[in-house]
């Protein structure tokens, strides 16, 4: 029988598979002759893992003893870019981007949220295509949902799956389409964002509209964002305008935590014969140049389209599959790079129109 002392070093070496580095001390043991009783304290949630890793202890550390395990979390608010103000009831921001349309963007924020929820997170989204709003559809919201107001001034945001959520489809009617310039876009944007009562959240999701315009960069100037995550597709010209996103986002000192890539290989429906149609391993390529993590690969499945469209996430809908495992190992791995950060200040760099 190890000592207890044996058994904690051997613990704070193990490779967390999040973050692949050693978990260090933030296990607590308690023992006697028959039990272990291990408590994991981390900086993320990670309430899914608690199966395979009760297992994994069980194997690594070689004990005829009875091994009981508790994960625990606490999620820290992380540095910001520049000296922004924190906004209130959010600890930590994160963008969710792409350098163009059409690579799921808005699906995997979706998908996202929801696993990291279901890891034990506080979580909210807001979605801040003003132009094309599609959260409410996605997040099961019947049409005509409103929010409620608080004080004449604060939006409550409404709740799905155990997610609060925010969209100006939720202050419009489909009928009625958003036909503003840019000041009045990033305007509304702000509003929804400041004036929405956010209870509570450990992660706030922002479910970026294209490209990197007006919304991005009052995001990088106004907005207090702890890191990001740049969807991609294998095929050379998603991830060219993916390399766009990365570049904008360093330049304004927001890191980028990781790499998405959706539509990795079409699952055939008839055979389940994998195809990676799109080009193969795009996004590590991507992920190396610019020395960031492959979150996870997606594939390109019928069943999370469906499902999607009809108001029910897969993460939800099929809490089984083999793609709800690759969502909650990348919102396991996002929350491990985030609290993983170093907490640097920075100082915002001027955005503008170069003289050259």
């Not at 766009?244 to 014969?273: A, D, Q, W, Y």
């Not at 793609?323 to 491990?336: D, E, F, N, V």
Request: aromatic share 6%; glycine share 8%; with cysteine.
């Amino acid at each position: 029988m190890q000592t207890d002392a044996q058994l904690q070093a051997t613990l704070e070496s193990l490779i967390d598979n999040n973050s692949d580095q050693p978990y260090g001390a933030v296990w607590t043991l308690l023992s006697d002759d028959n039990r272990l009783h291990i408590t994991l304290t981390l900086g993320y949630p990670a309430q899914q893992e608690h199966a395979s890793l009760e297992a994994r202890l069980k194997s690594e550390l070689g004990e005829s003893r009875e091994i009981v395990l508790d994960i625990e979390h606490k999620v820290e608010s992380h540095a910001t870019q520049g000296n922004i103000a924190g906004l209130k009831g959010v600890k930590n921001i994160i963008a969710v981007a792409s350098g163009k349309g059409g690579v799921g963007k808005s699906t995997t924020t979706v998908n996202l949220a929801l696993a990291m929820a279901k890891e034990g997170a506080r979580v909210g989204i807001l979605d801040a295509d003003i132009y094309g709003p599609s959260q409410g559809m996605m997040m099961g919201f019947a049409e005509g949902t409103r929010p409620q107001v608080r004080e004449d001034k604060f939006f409550i945001p409404p709740t799905a799956y155990g997610v609060q959520v925010m969209s100006m489809a939720f202050l419009t009617t489909k009928d009625t389409p958003v036909a503003w310039r840019g000041p009045m876009v990033t305007g509304a944007l702000m509003q929804i964002l400041t004036q929405t009562d956010w209870d509570d959240l450990d992660y706030l999701f922002i479910d970026m509209p294209p490209g990197t315009g007006d919304i991005q960069l009052t995001l990088a100037q106004k907005v207090p964002v702890a890191g990001s995550v740049i969807v991609t597709t294998p095929q050379d010209i998603a991830l060219l305008d993916a390399r766009r996103g990365i570049e904008m986002f360093n330049k304004v000192k927001i890191p980028v935590l990781g790499v998405v890539e959706n539509m990795s290989t079409h699952i055939c429906s008839n055979c389940g014969h994998h195809e990676a149609i799109f080009g193969d391993e795009g996004g590590a390529s991507l992920a190396k140049e610019y020395n960031v993590n492959v979150l996870g690969k997606l594939p390109l499945s019928l069943a999370i389209r469906e499902q999607s469209d009809a108001g029910k996430p897969i993460v939800v809908n099929a809490p089984e599959s083999d793609t709800t495992a690759i969502y909650q190992s990348i919102a396991r791995k996002l929350g491990a790079t985030l609290a993983s950060q170093q907490d640097d200040q920075f100082t915002m760099p001027t955005i503008g129109m170069s003289d050259d």
